[in-house]
């Protein structure tokens, strides 16, 4: 799930207009959608780290942010999709931030990120 694309698109375009959207990626961490969607390929750059360095230097970068930028949201809202949760647990565990966050879990069923749970929680999360 890529911002601009189709999955991403059918999530967040509802909320475009009253919700701030960001990306959690390995291993650049919180990126606002508007730097994924300027520069599409910077995730092709190739590093040379590990997955561990990766996931670390995510890490950091998640709890950087959240030391920073988390404290001006009053709601945080995540998607748990895809394999960023350990990535999110270490960098935001034990911020001040963290108790503004809520987790959107995604069914495991075949719709998954498209089923309607994930629209009604976001929904519900964002006061819409």
């Not at 670390?56 to 895809?82: E, F, H, P």
């Amino acid at each position: 799930m890529d911002p601009g694309g189709v999955l991403w698109e059918g999530l967040v375009k509802p909320f475009r207009m009253r919700a701030d959207i960001f990306a959690l990626s390995v291993p650049w961490g919180i990126l606002p959608e508007s730097t994924w969607l300027s520069c599409p390929g910077f995730l092709d750059v190739e590093l040379d780290l590990t997955s561990r360095q990766s996931s670390r230097d995510a890490s950091d970068r998640v709890r950087a942010w959240m030391n920073s930028k988390g404290s001006t949201y009053q709601k945080i809202c995540l998607i748990n999709y895809g394999n960023i949760m350990d990535v999110w647990t270490r960098g935001a565990g034990g911020s001040a931030a963290a108790e503004r966050v809520r987790l959107i879990k995604v069914p495991r069923d075949r719709a998954g990120i498209s089923h309607p749970s994930v629209h009604r929680a976001l929904s519900s999360a964002l006061g819409a």
